[in-house]
């Protein structure tokens, strides 16, 4: 999910989804009961909490190689997730593998 460049993971469970907004410090998370409209619900998260999540937020650009951008895209197609949501996941992945090597 993505509003206002903010970019939300959802994880399922019985009876709600859990949403965390993953590109702010803030680490935002809450819970939307499964009967709940998932994507209002966020969109209203974002909105009512944007001066804080701006706060706790940075942006970076980057430019890709052409053959590295069509596999990403390949793959959030696949896997039906916002290309943002992909390279965050991979970056987060990314510096926990290196604070779990470092901390060793």
């Excluded at 709600?16 to 803030?26: A, F, G, P, R």
């Excluded at 409209?37 to 890709?64: A, G, P, Q, R």
């Excluded at 951008?69 to 926990?96: C, H, M, R, S």
């Amino acid at each position: 999910m993505k509003h206002l460049e903010f970019v939300g993971k959802s994880t399922e469970y019985i009876g709600y989804t859990q949403v965390e907004i993953i590109n702010s410090s803030l680490r935002l998370s809450f819970n939307v009961p499964s009967k709940s409209n998932l994507e209002e619900t966020f969109k209203k998260m974002v909105e009512d909490n944007y001066d804080l999540l701006m706060e706790t937020s940075d942006k970076i650009e980057f430019e890709l190689d052409s053959d590295v951008l069509k596999k990403i895209e390949k793959i959030t197609k696949e896997q039906g997730i916002e290309f943002e949501e992909y390279v965050q996941n991979a970056l987060i992945k990314l510096i926990n593998q290196c604070e779990w090597h470092c901390c060793k």
